[in-house]
């Protein structure tokens, strides 16, 4: 099973798995480069084929703090779906990334013509997000939290 079988694809079903796969352009992105930024005009979005990418959450006068990191499989970026089309989020490659490489407009598009087609993409989008919400919400909470404090988020 490849990457693109398995994570955000792998939950379409197989003819709507299709069609997203075909608007797909092989891409590979040096480790340390910077994908995009918070508040960035989300243009695209990547399924990690290999490598690993961190999404990050900008906190005044620090480092910008790491929520979660992706790998194989995971879709990278989900504001390109949503108005008004700026990620909540930044990014940076971990390692040299490969990836499948959407264009936003073209598959927003393809959505719009096929309801069905946008209902399968816009659930499995969906799905990510409620995930990356939930350890984005552990994670500031471990990270902030004052020391000896139950937050309710990840043992680790």
């Not at 997203?20 to 508040?39: C, H, N």
């Amino acid at each position: 099973m490849t990457p693109l079988q398995r994570g955000f694809l792998g939950a379409l079903p197989p003819g709507h798995r299709d069609r997203l796969a075909a608007f797909a352009r092989d891409v590979s992105i040096p480790a340390g480069t910077r994908i995009f930024e918070e508040g960035g005009s989300a243009d695209r979005f990547w399924i990690i084929r290999s490598g690993g990418a961190a999404l990050d959450v900008h906190v005044p006068g620090r480092r910008p703090a790491v929520v979660e990191t992706l790998g194989e499989g995971d879709l990278l970026g989900w504001s390109w779906l949503f108005e008004p089309y700026r990620w909540h989020l930044g990014a940076r490659a971990r390692s040299t990334l490969v990836a499948a490489e959407f264009d936003a407009g073209r598959v927003r598009a393809a959505c719009a013509q096929d309801p069905a087609f946008g209902l399968a993409v816009t659930h499995g989008v969906a799905a990510v997000i409620a995930r990356r919400l939930a350890a984005t919400r552990a994670r500031l909470l471990d990270l902030y939290a004052p020391p000896g404090t139950d937050t309710g988020g990840t043992a680790g």
